[in-house]
């Protein structure tokens, strides 16, 4: 998926969240919000920070600081090894505990929920957030950690 496709429903979840704001703040947040989007937009690579499953080797896993931005109820039945739960609507409330100085890999079930949070994250500074595209879903079926090593095989 490119990362234009990803910004798309992005973009519709900024929007309907600027509506719900009262009318008086909505101008100013609308105005700051867009201009933040847009400067990032303007820099931001063309991969969109999203990484396969494939191009991390598994001795690299651990240099990651892996976030599962699933509810806690998916976290508890199955997750990536190593991996924190942080669900991704929290990601802004709670940034205080991802690191700036480490790589951030974030999944979700698919990638879309993790391409909004790391998109917010990004937007708020943190240049080094990843999403793992197709989230954990694809994440097993190409072998988890071995995904890597069974695409080199191929």
């Known amino acids: 998926m490119h990362a234009l496709a990803l910004l798309?429903?992005?973009a519709l979840v900024?929007?309907?969240t600027l509506t719900l704001l009262p009318p008086s703040a909505r101008a100013d947040a609308d105005s700051d919000a867009i201009k933040v989007m847009?400067?990032?937009l303007a820099f931001v690579d063309y991969g969109g920070a999203?990484?396969?499953?494939e191009q991390i080797p598994k001795e690299d896993w651990p240099r990651f600081h892996v976030i599962d931005a699933r509810d806690?109820?998916?976290?508890?039945?199955?997750?990536?090894p190593g991996a924190v739960n942080l669900e991704w609507r929290q990601v802004l409330e709670k940034r205080a505990a991802i690191p700036k100085n480490k790589s951030v890999l974030i999944y979700c079930n698919t990638g879309s929920l993790s391409a909004?949070?790391?998109?917010?994250?990004?937007?708020?500074?943190?240049?080094?957030?990843?999403?793992?595209?197709?989230?954990?879903?694809?994440?097993?079926?190409?072998?988890?950690f071995e995904?890597?090593?069974r695409a080199v095989k191929k």
């Open 8 to 10: 798309k429903p992005l």
């Open 14 to 16: 900024f929007a309907c």
């Open 38 to 40: 847009e400067d990032y």
């Open 50 to 53: 999203t990484m396969l499953p």
């Open 72 to 80: 806690k109820e998916q976290y508890v039945k199955d997750h990536i």
């Open 116 to 144: 909004q949070a790391g998109f917010a994250l990004r937007v708020a500074g943190y240049e080094n957030v990843r999403i793992l595209q197709g989230g954990f879903a694809e994440w097993k079926a190409k072998g988890g």
């Open 147 to 149: 995904a890597a090593s």
